[in-house]
Every structure is written in structure tokens, then in C-alpha cells.
């Protein structure tokens, strides 16, 4: 014989399935026709996948994009983003590795006034990176959320 050991909730579940709704006496509330689910973190923004990362800022370098120390960036590795999508859509924000053995930095894939693809950093005085050059530049992964504390 197997056991599972089931928390109050799951114990009293198989006893009444449906005990919601064997509650109603009478006619039903219209407000239920309103009743949403939950607002679940990790679903809306995916996180719990293998290919969602999050990522914190540690320091107060990115404020040029808003980002503060203490956000948090939801990473999705899979997010193919291709040339024709970032010229296409408007700027997004991506964890590249320059290859310069400092490490991921967070970029703003954007064109610049000539049209040609760029990596811009937050600080306006660090020089834009071509991507259209010779050197290998790693796109690790794209923000998709950004998660910050207001106050």
C-alpha cells in the first residue's frame, strides 16, 4: 500500500468536490458571473519554465533604461529575437555578452540614426555596438517583465 500525505485542503477536496456549490440556496449572486481566478506571478510571466530566468539589478547602473537596484528582470532564453524583428519592432531590452570577459550586461537592441542595428548601454556615454560587424556577440537572453518595487 502507497501513501501520500495530503495537506487540510487536499484532505477535505475528495469529501466535497463541488462544496462551492452545493452552498447555493435560493437564486445565485449575480456577482459571481464576475469572479476572476487568481493572480498568479509565475503564470503571467512565466517563470517556473526551464527557459525563463530572473535576473537581479544589483547596482545603479541602468537607470538610463528605469531599472533600479533591487528590480528584478524576467529573462526568456528562447525568445529568438532576429535582426528583422529588431528592426520591426520598437527597442527591447536584452542580456548580451560582449565578449570582452566583463560578463552579461544588459543592452537596448535599437537602430541608430542611420539605420544600422545597435546594442546601446544606459549610460549615453558609453559608445553604441554594432551588430553588424565581424565580432561574435552573445544574446543570452531578452527581457520580457520587468518586476520592481514602487516606494
Not at 543570452?140 to 518586476?147: D, M
Request: glycine share 12%; aromatic share 6%.
Amino acid at each position: 500500500m502507497s501513501l501520500s500525505i495530503l495537506g487540510r485542503h487536499d484532505r477535505l477536496a475528495h469529501l466535497l468536490p463541488e462544496a462551492k456549490e452545493l452552498r447555493i440556496t435560493g437564486f445565485q449572486s449575480p456577482a459571481e458571473d464576475e469572479a476572476e481566478g487568481r493572480l498568479s506571478l509565475d503564470a503571467l510571466t512565466g517563470l517556473g519554465a526551464p527557459h525563463i530566468w530572473v535576473v537581479a539589478v544589483t547596482d545603479d547602473s541602468l537607470i538610463g533604461f528605469g531599472l533600479y537596484q533591487g528590480d528584478h528582470l524576467v529573462v526568456d532564453r528562447s525568445y529568438a529575437l532576429t535582426i528583422g524583428d529588431a528592426r520591426t519592432y520598437a527597442a527591447r531590452l536584452v542580456v548580451v555578452d560582449l565578449g570582452d570577459g566583463s560578463g552579461y550586461r544588459v543592452r537596448m537592441m535599437t537602430s541608430d540614426e542611420g539605420g544600422r542595428l545597435v546594442l546601446r548601454a544606459a549610460n549615453r556615454f558609453t559608445p553604441d555596438v554594432s551588430l553588424e560587424c565581424e565580432e561574435a556577440i552573445e544574446v543570452w537572453g531578452t527581457v520580457t517583465w520587468i518586476i520592481g518595487r514602487v516606494g
